[in-house]
């Protein structure tokens, strides 16, 4: 196994158990309220209110502190670092880009996300093939 694919790997493992799920909704009890009256009017100004109540509910936004944002960025960057120091041993010792592209594109998530760049370590997606003039 490549020492690439096997950061990687660790720090799959480390981080998606820590990305947000907003499928997820936590469970929130109904409260309890006592027997309302047996008819109320409608007021649409009134069903408004409620409603803005649980916006938050039904579009729940992830939350990150700055102080777990700076931190997976701090993450990133040394994953950045050993990528590179793991890049040239996986060279010199014949497994060259030998890491699944899964794995390269969920780092590239996370460091895009965190605003750092792998491309000095997996190089810029190629545009198409290129030929020489002349």
């Not at 408004?48 to 579009?59: A, H, I, P, R």
């Not at 960025?73 to 670092?81: C, F, G, N």
């Not at 890049?87 to 880009?97: F, L, P, S, V």
């Amino acid at each position: 196994m490549c020492v690439v694919s096997a950061i990687g790997d660790d720090f799959h493992r480390r981080w998606e158990p820590r990305l947000p799920k907003p499928w997820e909704v936590p469970a929130i009890p109904m409260p309890i309220y006592p027997d309302p009256a047996p008819f109320r009017p409608y007021d649409e100004k009134d069903a408004q209110k409620e409603l803005e109540k649980f916006k938050d509910l039904l579009n729940p936004k992830p939350v990150i502190s700055k102080e777990d944002f700076d931190q997976l960025k701090k993450e990133v960057e040394a994953l950045k670092d050993a990528l590179k120091y793991a890049k040239i041993y996986d060279e010199a010792t014949g497994a060259k880009d030998c890491e699944m592209e899964e794995k390269i594109a969920f780092l590239k998530k996370i460091a895009e996300m965190v605003g750092v760049d792998l491309s000095e370590v997996f190089g810029k997606k190629p545009r198409g093939k290129r030929t020489k003039a002349g």
